[in-house]
């Protein structure tokens, strides 16, 4: 006989759920008001349900397969690269320095051509100086 009643219990409690609705009406209106508190009057004032509670009354409504509209927003994940600055430096500066010597042969035409016109100038003006004195 005890194990028959052992087993109507064990079902009755297995049958039965926790009364998330009847909790989330109770709460609805603390729960609005954040995830750990909020500003009220210059003073920060904590939920009236505990952090432990309202997690596991979200956890139930989610099981339910309810939505839970109470978390904040996710914010962007951070785009912050992990490791040493100099390192990613020094990598930047090597393609940097690739690309700048590659660059190479036409920088130095480039500079070869205006030393020359410059010198050229300078001979120009140099012998227009000499006809008008």
């Given at each position: ?19 998330w ?13 954040g ?56 990598a ?8 700048l ?19 050229m ?13």
């Open positions: 006989m005890a194990a028959k009643a052992a087993k109507s219990i064990a079902k009755a409690v297995g049958e039965y759920q926790y009364p609705r009847e909790k989330l009406a109770k709460h609805k209106d603390e729960l609005a008001k995830v750990w508190g909020y500003w009220e009057l210059g003073a920060w004032k904590p939920l009236a349900i505990s952090a432990r509670r309202r997690a596991r009354l979200r956890k139930e409504v989610l099981l339910a397969g309810a939505d839970w509209e109470y978390d904040p927003e996710r914010k962007e994940m951070r785009t912050k690269r992990k490791g040493h600055k100099v390192d990613r430096l020094a930047e500066k090597r393609e940097r320095t690739a690309e010597m590659e660059a190479m042969p036409q920088m130095l035409a480039d500079y070869r051509k205006r030393r020359w016109e410059r010198k100038k300078a001979e120009d003006d140099a012998a227009k100086k000499a006809l008008q004195e």
